[in-house]
């Protein structure tokens, strides 16, 4: 029988169905789009006024810091008197939080 030798003689891992018999899904139709509510073109919203935040202990600090140190060292960057000034907070924090904390 040919065929039984065409079997015997193919290997295991070869098949002779098709390798993608996965389908796509039908194509879903495009959703319609939500018209949105739009303001009149020309009709400002109002903006309410913001108050300005009050600085933070840390926000003091950096500015006084960052002055003296960019004072102390004219040739210093900005990036690296922030850096250095960064470093000195984290050793000065508690002891400054406590003086200029709010009350």
């Known amino acids: ?17 098709p390798h993608h ?11 319609e789009k939500k ?8 009709v400002a919203k109002e903006k309410k006024e913001k108050k300005p935040k009050a600085p933070t202990v840390y926000n003091m600090y950096m500015k006084e810091k ?8 004219p040739d210093m960057t ?3 008197a922030f850096n250095e000034v960064a470093k000195m907070w ?7 939080t406590k003086k200029h904390a709010p009350k």
């Open 1 to 17: 029988d040919l065929q039984g030798e065409e079997e015997a003689n193919q290997s295991p891992f070869v098949s002779s169905k």
């Open 21 to 31: 018999t996965h389908t796509m899904p039908a194509a879903k139709e495009p959703k």
């Open 35 to 42: 018209e949105k509510a739009t303001k009149a073109k020309g």
């Open 66 to 73: 960052l002055a003296e140190v960019k004072k102390a060292n």
């Open 78 to 80: 900005h990036k690296e």
């Open 90 to 96: 984290k050793k000065d924090k508690v002891e400054y």
